[in-house]
């Protein structure tokens, strides 16, 4: 019996260099005694391996697989996929056998540690503590995999600008927005139990409870209740679902008494709804939707490229340095902005970390495509007589295809799907312009009061 000893529970890189070794010997399943991080195996002799062994392909399919599988807490993951791997030499196309029990059995303990991942991500709450640096922010979790490590990429990109730890009974993680040190295991004892924004989280949560979307089978599946100890909100979840069928009752009653507000409940239900949008990857470093704002019967409707990074932590759209500027050109044109609608033609901020900083990155054609829904729905309930794209991001998005401003600026033009659209600058390109900025400022102006005129033209032919 030869024995492979593994750095740790989730060695792939070990288990890939063993494995690799052991197949071009020709050692079968059988002979090897896989452990990680324990005692040698008395019974065993600890494996001489070469010390270069010759590569040999294998479907990138199986490399995938088994970075995840090495993550499953099962003793027999390493067999199993050495395993799979001789078969993969003998038949290179055995990755293809979706009835294969061993394929399957390996893509099931996959599937476990990639939910055991999104848990974590989901599930782990921070809460802050002040330390001798500075306040620090400590979670607790207990994952049922060895997830710890895989998972830590995207708290490094999505709380890259604060000092945080993740404790784990078998690991801990630490990070001083630079650098990710390991540490020893620890128990729930060393985890803080709550802090002061704890308070207001629960009242945040109890805002959006929407007792008639109740679903507790749904709910439980999706948040099984061991992760409950994590989360401050669910200790209100019992009181909620108590209460549930009350407050629905006093929401249909409310509705009701209002008459004629269709469009309202209806764009009500479809904000709600783009509050969890996940149709592209933007959604998972930004930090809220920002969707439209405005009243559903304006004749003018702007739309912008996305949320800044005002925006994006406000929650409204042009709030930023562009909004200002934005806002000031309105009043130059005479344009109340209470009186039109605004939104993006993506609702979820993309950049790019740089330090501390959060830098504008442009939405490419799949991401302005993926939003073009919410952008339609809004379109659909307002019905303006003029829409304005605000740049060349905007414009994509309302024509469904690529357009250049200068081609397009200064008169209407007839949208795909219907109603008349005009097209100008973003008001962030006159931040940006150097030359002739008053110049461009009064041109945008312009453009503002020929729009406005446009608008008051077409909804008095209406």
């Known amino acids: 019996m030869r024995v492979v000893t593994l750095a740790g529970e989730d060695d792939f890189e070990g288990w890939r260099t063993a494995a690799r070794a052991l197949a071009a010997a020709g050692v079968p399943p059988g002979d090897i005694a896989w452990q990680s991080g324990a005692a040698p195996d008395l019974f065993g002799d600890e494996a001489v391996l070469p010390t270069a062994a010759p590569a040999f392909p294998v479907p990138r399919a199986f490399i995938t ?3 995840t599988v090495i993550c499953h807490k099962d003793p027999e993951r390493f067999a199993l996929l050495y395993a799979l791997l001789l078969r993969l030499r003998a038949r290179p196309r055995a990755m293809e056998d979706s009835a294969d029990p061993l394929l399957l059995r390996l893509e099931a303990m996959a599937k476990a540690v990639r939910r055991d991942i999104h848990k974590m991500h989901a599930f782990l709450r921070f809460r802050e503590v002040e330390t001798g640096e500075g306040p620090r922010f400590i979670a607790w ?14 708290f490094v990109r999505r709380f890259a600008n604060m000092r945080w730890s ?8 630490h990070w001083d927005m630079a650098v990710l040190r390991e540490g020893p295991g620890a128990s729930r004892a060393d985890a803080p139990s709550g802090d002061p924004i704890e308070a207001m989280w629960k009242t945040y949560y109890a805002s959006i409870f ?13 948040m099984p209740k061991k992760y409950w100890k994590n989360m401050p909100e669910t200790a209100l979840v019992g009181e909620l679902i108590k209460g549930a069928q009350a407050r629905e009752s006093a929401m ?15 764009w009500d239900a479809i904000r709600a709804e783009a509050m969890h949008c996940t149709r592209c990857d933007l959604y998972k470093h930004a930090t809220r939707t920002v969707f439209g704002e405005g009243p559903l019967d304006a004749e003018i409707l702007f739309v912008g490229e996305q949320p800044g990074d005002q925006e994006d932590l406000a929650g409204h759209p042009f709030v930023g340095p562009a909004g200002q500027v934005f806002d000031s050109a309105l009043a130059d044109a005479g344009i109340d902005r209470r009186r039109t609608y605004v939104t993006n033609a993506v609702k979820h901020f993309k950049f790019v970390p740089r330090g501390k900083r959060r830098i504008h990155d442009k939405p490419d054609g799949g991401e302005i495509a993926a939003c073009r829904w919410w952008l339609q729905q809004e379109l659909t309930l307002v019905k303006p007589a003029v829409t304005v794209a605000l740049g060349a991001t905007a414009a ?3 024509f469904g295809k690529v357009v250049t401003i200068g081609a ?7 949208l795909p799907d219907g109603g008349e659209a005009w097209v100008t600058v973003h008001p962030s390109f006159l931040l940006r312009v150097r030359d002739d900025r008053e110049a461009e400022y009064e041109r945008f102006v312009a453009d503002l009061k020929a729009i406005a005129a446009r608008a008051e033209a077409v909804g008095a032919a209406a």
């Open 210 to 222: 929407n007792p008639a979307r109740v679903k507790i089978g749904a709910m439980l599946k999706e």
């Open 65 to 67: 697989l088994a970075e």
């Open 396 to 398: 994509r998005s309302l």
């Open 141 to 154: 979790f207990e994952p049922d995999h060895h997830v710890v490590r895989a998972a830590a990429p995207f």
């Open 252 to 266: 249909v009653a409310k509705a009701a008494a209002v008459v004629g507000d269709n469009a309202g409940k209806t």
């Open 166 to 173: 993740i404790l784990t009974p078998a690991l801990s993680l």
């Open 408 to 414: 397009l600026r200064g008169s209407g033009h007839r």
